[in-house]
């Protein structure tokens, strides 16, 4: 799920029913979700990521999970007449791979790729979509390797930040990167260890926030990365503790906002709003 501020909605692909993967699209508005009817689709998938490209006016959608780790990538066009998806053509691209991290490189305004999960092994690579391909970026040092972590922008600071996610190396660490160095932080606080979770940069706060999420148990909790240290949020009302729920800031309406996930072996379609009051 993503914000696409060309159509001023938030965009949500695929996903997972319960008994098959999905390919639909649907849009939200701020009030009403639509579902999208494209004459081309993604093939079915969870576990995929997207972010959108600044560069581009595109958002960029690459691999995730559907009985076979993917890693192809597709192009979502909100300001077409008509909302297409079209498949590029990489010459390089990463390995196949579920829960990879899409993200807005806070310089460039390319999306990078971070981690992901290809069946046997979690991925320390990096990439950055530019020019139609996938370029491999080599920064001299990296968070250890890990999948569905925390990750979010701040497009303020002009900084990405890591936290926690399924890793074999202990992943409960911060990490900021921007746009070419990756940095260890020592935050005074953070979170508990977390994967699956929901994360974006919210104006209204002044920071990355990041929801619920599964540390043991799905959790419903509220953290802020600041840009040098992690709060606990307290809103008054909180949606059900979940993981692997979408969730996307939308620009036009001023508004965080969250959509499914699970919570246990429960599906959810509920859809929430973080409000400042």
Same mark, same amino acid.
């Given at each position: 799920m993503v914000y696409d501020p060309i159509s001023q909605k938030t965009i949500m692909?695929?996903?997972?029913? /319960?008994?098959?993967? =999905?390919?639909?699209?649907?849009?939200?508005?701020?009030?009403?979700?639509?579902?999208?009817?494209?004459?081309?689709?993604?093939?079915? !998938?969870?576990?995929a990521a997207a972010a959108y490209d600044a560069t581009l006016k595109r958002v960029i959608l690459f691999g995730g999970f559907n009985g076979q780790y993917l890693n192809d990538t597709w192009i979502w066009n909100g300001a077409a007449t008509v909302p297409t998806w079209t498949q590029a053509k990489p010459v390089h691209q990463p390995v196949p791979e579920t829960l990879p991290m899409l993200f807005?490189?806070?310089?460039? /305004?390319?999306?990078?790729?971070? /981690?992901?999960?290809?069946?046997?092994?979690?991925q320390l690579t990096s990439w950055r979509?530019?020019?139609?391909?996938?370029? !491999?970026? =080599?920064?001299?040092?990296?968070?250890?390797? !890990?999948?569905?972590?925390?990750?979010g922008t701040d497009p303020v600071l002009k900084q990405t930040v890591v936290f926690g996610g399924l890793a074999d190396v202990n992943p409960v660490n911060t990490w900021t990167f921007d746009g070419h160095v990756w940095t260890q932080q020592s935050p005074n606080n953070q979170p508990s260890q977390r994967l699956m979770t929901g994360t974006v940069y919210d104006p209204r706060f002044g920071g990355v926030v990041t929801f619920?999420?599964?540390?043991?148990?799905? #959790?419903?909790?509220?953290? =802020?990365?600041?840009?040098?240290?992690?709060?606990? =949020?307290?809103?008054?009302?909180?949606? !059900?503790?979940?993981?692997?729920?979408?969730?996307?800031?939308?620009?036009?309406?001023?508004?965080?906002? #969250?959509?499914?996930g699970k919570n246990g072996n429960t599906l959810l379609n509920d859809t929430w709003v973080l409000q400042t009051q």
């Open positions: 692909f695929g996903g997972y029913d /319960g008994s098959q993967h =999905l390919n639909d699209t649907w849009a939200f508005d701020g009030k009403n979700w639509q579902q999208i009817v494209t004459a081309v689709a993604p093939p079915p !998938r969870a576990a807005a490189d806070p310089i460039s /305004g390319h999306v990078d790729e971070f /981690g992901g999960y290809d069946g046997r092994f979690y979509w530019r020019q139609g391909d996938w370029h !491999r970026l =080599l920064p001299a040092q990296f968070p250890s390797a !890990r999948a569905a972590a925390v990750l619920g999420g599964f540390a043991g148990i799905d #959790i419903n909790e509220t953290w =802020l990365w600041s840009g040098n240290n992690w709060s606990q =949020l307290f809103p008054t009302q909180a949606p !059900r503790a979940r993981e692997s729920m979408g969730m996307a800031f939308d620009e036009l309406h001023q508004q965080t906002v #969250i959509f499914g």
